[in-house]
């Protein structure tokens, strides 16, 4: 039986409260208390023949309004009116619980998921196991956004404007926060979330370092062992260095990503409040 899960806030860059289950699970969880779960739910032994299955939830995915071509489909039960409520998998993206209606609604497992291990009940978590795997669903995303590293981990952190904000960990490099923008992804580098009060959990500082040593290998005789975001400085990104092997500098970037100015800490007091480390 599903019953309501806690709404969790989490601080964006704008510093926003915005809410990890999408609005419409409150007001569909007297709705779906009255669920009956059915054990086998999709495979032939079940109650239902699975394809016959896998084409009424196609049929609601469609409704619900969600870009969703059902891989693995369950009947998780109905309600007394006998609408049904269905688990899908979407080979391009997260699955989603459906829960019928008109027009039906489509609950994102991962935020569901996320809820659940923010000590949420259990009850409206999604059972399949590729569901509840962030790191795989959050890594397809990352590609089609373009983002190049080694994903090693991958999070729900809440609600965006436009969908979901996702947290991409990179293996031995910065990570970022991740979310729709229109008709594309906006990509946020952790050493920007960080310097404007965000939280990135699934990146450190010393791959943050490396992400900034990386950038500037070759241009600047620093071996980085701390880095920052010092802000924006006439249309450029501002990036501060603490070296090991001496002090620091601090790195204009253009555009485009590229170094275009080193200037040693000692001599780099007049840009963007000097260096801090």
Known sequence: ???CPPVRPVLTLHGLVLRLILPV????????AAAQEYDRPWSRGGRVPSAEVRLEAQDMAIAAGIACRVGQAQLRGQDRD??????VTCPAGPGYLLVGGVPPTALDCLALEASFRSGGSGSARCRIAANRDATSVVARLAAEAG????????AVLGKAA???????????????????????WSITPCLKVVAQSGT???TTASEQA???GSRIAGRADCDVVQAAYRGAVAGTDLYEARCGSRGGVMVRFDSNDRPMAIYDCTEATWIGGGCRF
């Open 200 to 202: 990135c959990a699934l």
């Open 147 to 154: 983002i190049a590293c080694r994903i090693d981990n991958g």
């Open 162 to 184: 436009d969908g979901l904000l996702y947290e991409v960990g990179c293996a031995g490099a910065d990570g970022s926060w991740l979310e729709r923008s229109g008709g594309g």
């Open 25 to 32: 699970v409150l007001a569909l969880c007297a709705q779906a």
């Open 210 to 212: 490396t992400t900034l």
């Open 1 to 3: 039986m599903f019953e």
């Open 82 to 87: 006998g609408a049904k409520q269905y688990e």
